[in-house]
């Protein structure tokens, strides 16, 4: 028998609006899923009486653990870049720092989106050849395979050398998570000619026409549920705002379907047999499933949150970190930007 | 009994994919329904030959309408900008003269979004005090009222003033259309502090604070369908790429009840119960519905319709066109951007 391989997963316990509690349930669902796979130990990074709380409220927690104390947290107002600076023993930057100094091999964080990227850049550092790390999200489609949304609300002012490097990021990603070799990209504008849309979005055509990417063009809003390119590159404002649209569309959904159903008692039945197969075909809109969305091309493996998360999606950004390190994502990235 | 107003209506019978068939049924529909308020003529402007062969192929077709011959037509391959300069005798260029000339009180196309847009605006002019006329498009929301996005592709790259002006433009015509005092407006953002965003959005949530408008702040991708702000202000790129999206849900979504439904005869029987009450939701995601959008911030009354208009889209563009007129927004945005 071979012998499992160790990895060790630093958990900001403090991160999530219902931190620590879905924290500690999360990271027990994950273990038991994956203890028979590998040696995992997941550290458990915030306040320790409070963490030890929610171990106690937490039944048959038998994990492979260990509490680093830390006495201060980076809440959802802080500002994303002051964060280190002004909390330097939040659950945040020692967790980071876990994983820095070789003590982790990955850091997970439901916590203030911002101040994680942030944290996590200046404290690992780009990987070279990176301009920007970025936040990718995958989005349903309507074919097999999700669509991966480059970048989501890490950069909200991009030159097209950021945009082409977002292009490799998510490229070596999709491949790895899929297992495809060449997968599409498209530069998301209001058309499909190359002459469309603004001066950044023109300028990042061309450096994608040009590079060995596997680069389809532009591609249009419907385009991203539709399946019709498995990467799509826009800066993060954009992304951020579409990636807002597409969750509010099960919010809306629901609210529409209520008031049918509040219509009269024969809707209601209907709605009752109905919202099953709703529930079943929106499960892929929901974040929980992907768990947690990796903060690519900083030096080392940044996993971050939903700050909702609820115990299942903490299991999954758990999950999704010992993925990323199986997968060795980083040596690839910094290969193909320096090639 | 006071006589009623004559309303003369210019319509691209050339414009949709469809055209000039769409044209001539919906111009039927449009007249039938407006005739006992309204003494209206329709000018259907384009190729006579084909226009009188669609009047035969439409039964019933006792309309006052007039046909006034064309011999170009502008094509969705047209570059919008050129259009103008290199067919004098499109329908297009023909229609807004008509209307430029007083023949007409308003023109309508489901042709060239841009070249309608582009056309309209050199012959019409700009209305005194408006740097870029700008196109809306009405979203469905979870609560009564749509939300009005502005703008959806008519300005790639604005200026933070282009944005207080498609603010000032979209408020007088949402409480015109709707009868509400002082809209509620939002700017798309990814956050909803003032600080967020990129550089225009920044400086564009200063001129809107210091405005007399009804401005909310920041809003996110989430707030429009949910109404959270009667409307949203953006430029035109990420307004289009969101239109789009939102455009392609319903798309997907009968992919995805498809496959559910050809997974068994049970499944296919719950989804024919089903299906009329989807579509009854949706409905009001289908640009149908609204018709056709007004080139808003040009001297006349220009509506711009979905290049696949069915006859009952080009019957509701129609009937915007006529409600524009009857409103008189022209002059109250004159008013608000100089005073």
Redesign the interface.
């Known amino acids: 028998m071979s012998e499992k391989r160790k990895i060790r997963i630093a958990l900001d316990a403090m991160g999530g609006d219902f931190a620590p509690l879905n924290e500690v349930q999360g990271a027990k669902l994950a273990y038991n899923l994956k203890k028979d796979a590998i040696d995992l130990e997941i550290i458990l990074v915030g306040d320790e009486a409070k963490i030890n709380n929610a171990i106690a409220n937490t039944p048959d927690f038998n994990i492979n653990y260990r509490i680093v104390h830390t006495t201060e947290v980076v809440t959802m107002e802080d500002d994303a870049s002051a964060a280190i600076k002004k909390k330097k023993d939040s659950s945040l930057a020692v967790g980071v720092n876990l994983h820095k100094n070789g003590e982790a091999e990955a850091f997970c964080s439901a916590g203030n989106t911002g101040a994680v990227m942030s944290t996590g850049t200046i404290l690992l550092g780009r990987i070279n050849g990176v301009s920007r790390p970025t936040i990718g999200s995958f989005f349903?489609?309507?074919k097999d395979l999700p669509c991966l949304v480059v970048d989501v609300?890490a950069n909200?002012?991009c030159k097209p050398r950021f945009l082409y490097e977002f292009a490799v990021m998510g490229s070596i990603y999709y491949s790895q998570i899929y297992n495809i070799k060449n997968p599409t990209i498209g530069l998301?504008?209001?058309g499909e000619e190359e002459s469309k849309?603004?001066?950044a979005?023109y300028e990042a055509n061309e450096l994608l026409r040009n590079s060995n990417l596997n680069f389809i063009g532009n591609v249009?809003?419907?385009?991203?549920?539709?399946g019709n390119s498995d990467i799509v590159i826009?800066d993060?404002?954009?992304g951020?705002?579409?990636?807002?649209?597409?969750?509010?569309?099960f919010?809306?959904?629901k609210?529409?379907?209520k008031a049918?159903a509040d219509k009269g008692i024969l809707n209601k039945l209907?709605m009752g047999?109905?919202q099953p197969?709703l529930k079943?075909?929106f499960k892929d809109f929901d974040y929980q499933k992907y768990g947690g969305l990796p903060l690519l091309g900083v030096n080392g493996v940044v996993i971050i949150g939903h700050g909702k998360s609820t115990p299942v999606a903490i299991q999954n950004m758990i999950l999704k970190a010992i993925e990323v390190v199986e997968l060795d994502v980083n040596k690839k990235i910094e290969i193909a930007l320096n090639s």
């Open positions: 349903p489609t309507s609300g909200v002012d998301l504008n209001v849309g603004n001066v979005a249009e809003g419907r385009d991203i549920l539709l826009c993060g404002f954009i951020n705002i579409v990636l807002k649209f597409a969750e509010s569309v919010s809306f959904l609210i529409k379907f049918f209907m047999i109905f197969i079943n075909i």
